[in-house]
């Protein structure tokens, strides 16, 4: 299911309107988003990675208990992305949160979209389901084709471009088998069936090339 920009932007827009009314507000937080995940630094990180994401997480949003909260994490979950931090987790959470309550969005929520982009740090096993699935469509790529999969670890080299190859591979690899080290990259069931394996093939052959 390919999504264009467009679509991005209406969801978003069409979520915020159920909780404000106000046009001014609206657009503000669409433009913050957009400014964030269309920065010329960033190569990955951007609005397509969004746009993967909500596809992936549509493709199983009968099984999500809570959409709204995951859309709000989806925008918001690397709204902050610096090269440099490693502190960009808890940045995206705490400014999802400010504009959360700004908007007086049920504590729960906001509580659940906090704790949902923290995940994104260390991806490991949650007893929230909803979590599962959200840092399961964040490695999606991982599962992808080769060519795309190729195309993503390009990105992200450039994302880190300041650094040298004598610091980036190693670096990089030391990443890559943290993911291989995990007895499942993938929590969900959903997840695990369709990009598991090939996941493991991709990262195993990207450590090979570096």
């Known amino acids: 299911m390919r999504m264009s920009i467009g679509f991005l932007k209406e969801t978003f827009i069409n979520l915020l309107k159920e909780y404000i009314n106000s046009s001014d507000m609206v657009n503000s937080y669409w433009h913050e988003i957009e400014k964030a995940y269309t920065n010329k630094d960033r190569h ?50 705490e400014l999802a949160q ?13 509580d659940s979209c906090y704790q949902q982009i923290i995940a994104t740090q260390k991806h490991i096993f949650s007893q929230d389901s909803d979590t599962n699935f959200f840092t399961d469509a964040d490695l999606s790529i991982l599962g992808k084709d080769w060519f795309l999969y190729e195309q993503y670890s390009q990105r992200i080299r450039k994302e880190y471009s300041i650094y040298s190859d ?15 080290e995990m007895k499942r990259i993938f929590k969900t069931d ?19 090339l570096l």
């Open 98 to 110: 400010k504009r959360l309550q700004a908007i007086a969005l049920p504590a729960k929520m906001i």
């Open 166 to 180: 004598m610091v980036y591979k190693p670096a990089r690899k030391k990443v890559l088998n943290q993911f291989l």
């Open 190 to 208: 959903y997840f695990f069936d369709k990009y598991e394996s090939k996941a493991r093939q991709n990262l195993l052959k990207e450590i090979t």
């Open 44 to 93: 990955y990180h951007t609005m397509n990675h969004l746009e993967n994401m909500l596809s992936e997480l549509t493709e199983v949003r009968s099984q999500i208990n809570d959409w709204n909260t995951i859309l709000f994490s989806l925008f918001y979950h690397d709204i902050i992305y610096n090269v440099l931090k490693s502190t960009n987790e808890e940045q995206s959470a």
